[in-house]
């Protein structure tokens, strides 16, 4: 059984990489593949692994704790949702990178607890390309200024940027905003803001990781192309 379905999955990721690799047609390298496993059990999850996926990404804390146990010793879990500042305690052991930094109060409590539990926290900063704040993230223009108030907390340490797109059926629109994204993510890096590493670029879901992977994504997070439906 179990075997059956890593090689289900190593089938799907490799359709996955295959159609990266002919969108990016060599501009870019390979995105990594973030398995996105919300809503999905560690039965369901733990043949990852046999598809070689050694990272995975959640997107809800109480969901973490409560699947912790059964990943922890074969996963690295990455935090991609949306985080309220008094769940950071939560995790903050137990995630090894956030992606979903957007605020002054979050980063100040990030930092805080890392302290408290001796660690330097790798995040990301969440940029909403069309400003759409339900969902989270700042402004594309905003973001610099962000990046000088938080760079100096010794607790956190930025590590690039990470974008949820809006849900657009154009895909001449949608490559328009990766390509956004890119360039925002390159002038940050040129910037060179001390205490501040662009090293990694997250965007691109089960929808649209051909076209993140054409813009120059380091990471795309995917779901359901690769787990199937979520039930
Ligand atoms: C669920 C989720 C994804 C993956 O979505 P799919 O469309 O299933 O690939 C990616 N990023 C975030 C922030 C998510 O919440």
Redesign the pocket.
Known sequence: MRMERGEELAGRLQTIRERMARASEGRYPLPKV?A?T?THTPEEILPLRDAGILEI?E?RVQEIREKLPFLKDFFQIHL??QLQSNKVKYIIEDVCLI??LDRLSLAMEIDRQAQRHGRVMPVLVQVSPVGEPQ?GGILPEEVLPFLRQVRQLPGLRVEGL?A?MPNLEDREQLSGLFAGMRALFERVRGEGIDGVEMREL?MG???D?DLAAAHGATLV???????GP?G
Do not use: D, F
């Not at 997070?221 to 787990?227: D, E, H, N, Q």
């Open positions: 973030l996105v919300k990404g997107n991609i949702g992606h979903s969902k990470m949820v997250s879901m089960s929808g990781y997070r995917i779901g359901s192309a690769l787990l979520r």
